[in-house]
């Protein structure tokens, strides 16, 4: 149980955050830094995305609650807008749209590099969704892990960026991209059916 809910949760986080993907965005976003400072930029970005992340998973139901939002009514309309970013990871939008955010600056390590493009609104809706699925705090601790190692595999690709982009080339960035966006796509559909499940309506 423990191992597929680690499977799961990776799986969720890795494909919606997209390590791979991020990797040439930062290489565009650091392309005037020194080495010291691309290496400065990444840890504070992924340190803030960790605790953008880690906020969302602890108060983000709790949120929810206090709004009158039931997590099965979450659980569907975040299922939706993992769906939606999944389309656009299958059709190259979603990385049109991150390039268009990715304009360089001083110090990119919050915006967008932290936020959006490390946590962003679907991140912060898988963090909701993989909580709120768990009932005991071994469960919850999971998941936090697995977001933590999600991230520090972001800061390994960031590090690695420059070589990443000259092995796989634009074609290969495109090619994970849209194999990404079909797990994402059938990972949206399932949190669908787990909301659907919850109201009462057998599936």
């Known amino acids: 149980m423990e191992l597929d809910l680690a499977i799961t949760a990776f799986v969720s986080l890795f494909v919606i955050i997209d390590p791979i ?4 965005l930062f290489v565009a976003v650091t392309k005037n830094n020194t080495k010291a400072e691309r290496r400065g930029i990444a840890i504070r970005a992924c340190l803030t995305g960790i605790v953008i992340l880690a906020i969302f998973g602890v108060a983000g139901e709790i949120v929810l609650s206090g709004i009158g939002i039931g997590m099965p009514a979450f659980r569907i309309s975040g299922g939706l807008l993992l769906f939606l970013t999944a389309i ?3 059709f190259e939008k979603r990385t049109e749209r991150r390039e268009n955010q990715a304009e360089p600056a001083p110090d990119p390590s919050v915006f967008p590099l932290a936020m959006p493009l490390i946590a962003g ?4 809706t898988t963090m909701i969704l ?3 699925q768990q009932t005991d705090v071994v469960g919850q601790a ?3 892990g697995v977001m933590v190692s999600v991230i520090l595999l972001v800061f390994v690709l960031f590090m690695l960026s420059g070589v990443l982009k000259r092995l796989l080339g634009q074609t290969g960035i495109n090619l994970v991209s849209r194999l990404l966006g079909m797990f994402l796509a059938a990972l ?6 787990d909301g659907i499940r919850d109201i009462g309506l057998g599936i």
């Open 21 to 24: 993907g991020l990797a040439p």
């Open 88 to 90: 656009e990871m299958l």
């Open 121 to 124: 609104p679907g991140a912060m």
């Open 130 to 132: 993989l909580t709120g």
């Open 142 to 144: 999971m998941v936090f």
């Open 188 to 193: 949206s559909v399932q949190f669908v059916i």
